[in-house]
């Protein structure tokens, strides 16, 4: 089963926005765009920002996801490039956008960039400087007649910059947020009995799950009207 919920402190409380329910053999990673999906059409907008864990991160979602608006909080769980190997494109300096090169992991600046496609751009680097680099032969770029020549596709500059980010404490820090989804799982499982459903196949699992979210939502919701009432000061009585 698949959830999103809302996880801003301002709400007066949190609801499930999407469920979906796809099988033990279908990967994490096509499950992202159509709970965003699924959540613009319930809330009317795209959320401004998706936390979720590695098993669904990947380039093409942090990509697309931004394409609706909204930037995937995920870390990349596949192991970092081996340094012996050579410089990886994490080690080259980009702008602040995430899509300019600025330069090389030996500081040499490009002499121009070229846009190829919406989803691919290249970074042209003199020929010069290259030829003494000691990086040379593990560079990732190719020569291409007297220049040095970086291909980019966007989902890869994503995966490389995601890398480097989440070793840093701000993601660290904005990324906790995550692990709150736990307890609605949790509490699906205890008091709605989603840990062992009556009926088995998929439209009959998934009829059951939503139900269930959708009474949890209900709770909630009921919920926030008795603690909204209870909190009201009493009318004063009248007396004569």
Do not use: W
Request: aromatic share 4%; net charge neutral.
């Amino acid at each position: 089963m698949q959830l999103t919920e809302t996880c801003v402190e301002d709400n007066p409380f949190q609801v499930v926005t999407s469920v979906s329910v796809n099988g033990a053999n279908e990967s994490d990673q096509y499950q992202v765009l159509p709970a965003l999906e699924q959540t613009e059409r319930t809330c009317g907008a795209a959320p401004a920002e998706l936390h979720a864990d590695a098993g669904y991160g990947s380039g093409e979602n942090i990509v697309r996801a931004r394409e609706q608006g909204t930037e995937l909080l995920v870390p990349i769980g596949s192991k970092d490039p081996d340094p012996e190997q050579g410089p990886a494109l994490m080690d080259f300096c980009f702008d602040e956008s995430g899509e300019q090169v600025r330069s090389c992991p030996m500081g040499q600046a490009p002499l121009k960039r070229e846009g190829i496609d919406e989803q691919s751009r290249a970074a042209i680097f003199s020929m010069e400087p290259c030829r003494s680099c000691v990086l040379r032969e593990t560079c990732p770029t190719r020569t291409r007649g007297d220049q040095r020549v970086l291909m980019l596709r966007a989902t890869e500059v994503a995966v490389a910059r995601r890398r480097i980010e989440q070793q840093m404490a701000p993601f660290k820090e904005r990324h906790k947020i995550r692990s709150g989804i736990e307890a609605t799982n949790s509490e699906l499982k205890r008091s709605h009995g989603l840990a062992k459903l009556r009926v088995r196949r998929r439209p009959r699992v998934g009829l059951a799950v939503r139900l269930k979210v959708l009474a949890l939502n209900i709770k909630r919701y009921v919920e926030h009207l008795v603690a909204a009432a209870t909190a009201c000061p009493p009318v004063p009585a009248c007396a004569c």
